[in-house]
T-cell receptor
Framework: GEDVEQSLFLSVREGDSSVINCTYTDSSSTYLYWYKQEPGAGLQLLTYIFSNMDMKQDQRLTVLLNKKDKHLSLRIADTQTGDSAIYFCAETPGTYKYIFGTGTRLKVLA | DAGVTQSPTHLIKTRGQHVTLRCSPISGHKSVSWYQQVLGQGPQFIFQYYEKEERGRGNFPDRFSARQFPNYSSELNVNALLLGDSALYLC????????????FGSGTRLTVV
C-alpha cells in the first residue's frame, strides 16, 4: 500500500533538538522530501535527499536516510518557536507524484 | 518573483454544484500538479500536467478533471460536488519533473455545504 507513516505529535523546548521520523514504503523512490506547513498556508520545501545518500546537512537541518529500513528522519538543531508547524515527509514512487505522510505536528515550548 | 498563485483563496459551494480552481505557476515552470488536503491529513495527488499533457492521475473519480493552458497555467474542475470534497486544494509547479522539489501555492480552501 501507499502509507507513509509519521508520528502525529512532537513537543520540544526552545533550544533543544527535534527529531521527526518517517517510514516510507517504496524502495524505488529516487528522492525523499521534507515539507513544512504553517497554519493556513501551503507547503514549503525544506530539504530533500537523493536515495544514494545516507545523510544531508543544510544549516540547522539534518536528514538521515536508512534505505534498508525505509526510514527517513529530519533533525532540527536549536529549535525555535518559529519552527512550530506540521512537517510532512514525501516519497516519489514513479516519476510524477509525491506520496505524503500523515504529518507530524511540532510544538516548540518557550 | 511571484510564487505559485491560486485563486480563489476561499470558496463555499452547495452539494451538486460545479467548481473551477485556478493556478498560475512560477514563471518558467512547465509542470503543474494538483493535490487535495483534507483537514488533518497529508496531501493526496490528483493530477500532474507537463507541457499541457496529463502525465499522471491519482485515485480520484471522473468528477475531477483538469487542464493546462499554453501559458502553463492550470484549472482544476470538480463536478457534482459532495460534502467530502471539502478540503484545501494545493497547486504545485516545477521546471520539469519533481526531482528538485515542487513549489506549492497557498491553496484554495473549498467548503461544500
Amino acid at each position: 500500500g501507499e502509507d507513509v507513516e509519521q508520528s502525529l505529535f512532537l513537543s520540544v523546548r526552545e533550544g533543544d533538538s527535534s527529531v521527526i521520523n518517517c517510514t516510507y514504503t517504496d524502495s524505488s523512490s529516487t528522492y525523499l522530501y521534507w515539507y513544512k506547513q504553517e497554519p493556513g498556508a501551503g507547503l514549503q520545501l525544506l530539504t530533500y535527499i537523493f536515495s544514494n545518500m545516507d545523510m544531508k546537512q543544510d544549516q540547522r537541518l539534518t536528514v538521515l536516510l536508512n534505505k534498508k529500513d525505509k526510514h527517513l528522519s529530519l533533525r532540527i538543531a536549536d529549535t525555535q518557536t518559529g519552527d512550530s508547524a506540521i512537517y510532512f515527509c514525501a516519497e516519489t514512487p514513479g516519476t510524477y507524484k509525491y506520496i505524503f505522510g500523515t504529518g507530524t505536528r511540532l510544538k516548540v515550548l518557550a | 518573483d511571484a510564487g505559485v498563485t491560486q485563486s480563489p483563496t476561499h470558496l463555499i459551494k452547495t452539494r451538486g454544484q460545479h467548481v473551477t480552481l485556478r493556478c498560475s505557476p512560477i514563471s518558467g515552470h512547465k509542470s503543474v500538479s494538483w493535490y487535495q488536503q483534507v483537514l488533518g491529513q497529508g496531501p493526496q495527488f490528483i493530477f500532474q500536467y507537463y507541457e499541457k499533457e496529463e502525465r499522471g492521475r491519482g485515485n480520484f473519480p471522473d468528477r475531477f478533471s483538469a487542464r493546462q493552458f499554453p501559458n502553463y497555467s492550470s484549472e482544476l474542475n470538480v463536478n457534482a460536488l459532495l460534502l467530502g470534497d471539502s478540503a484545501l486544494y494545493l497547486c504545485a509547479s516545477s521546471l520539469a519533473g519533481f526531482n528538485y522539489g515542487y513549489t506549492f501555492g497557498s491553496g484554495t480552501r473549498l467548503t461544500v455545504v
